[in-house]
């Protein structure tokens, strides 16, 4: 069992940067996919950035060059640097928690076990 918790939302101007942090306890992530996915109002949860105890990683599209994912496994903790950010940013965004397997789909949300409450990131213009 996996508790996750994310940390580091808050209020940011357009262009501007904040990290988020996700630290979980219960087990040793070295073996985890980490996920962030977020959802803004009225809209789906939405795939942002994935990375592996390999170092493989994966961005959607609409946050590739702007957001960094990395991990430190020793403590069980991933971040989010979000960079450049814009308004489409807005949203509730949430730590995920997945098993590696074989082939394992990053970008899919049913690939992750464990979920964090979320917090709150909004972009002003």
């Known amino acids: 069992q996996v508790q996750v918790v994310e940390s580091g939302g808050g209020l940011a101007q357009a262009g501007g940067s904040l990290r988020l942090s996700c630290a979980a306890s219960?087990?040793?992530?070295?073996?985890?996919?980490m996920g962030w996915f977020r959802q803004a109002p009225g809209k789906e949860r939405e795939f942002v950035a994935s990375s592996k105890s390999s170092g493989s990683t994966d961005y959607a599209d609409s946050v590739k060059g702007r957001f960094t994912i990395s991990r430190d496994n020793a403590k069980n903790t991933v971040y989010l640097q979000m960079n450049s950010l814009k308004p489409e940013d807005t949203a509730v965004y949430y730590c995920a928690a997945g098993r590696w397997i074989f082939n394992i789909r990053t970008m899919n949300g049913d690939s992750y076990n464990y979920w964090g409450q979320g917090t709150q990131v909004t972009v002003s213009s």
């Open positions: 219960g087990r040793t992530l070295s073996n985890y996919v």
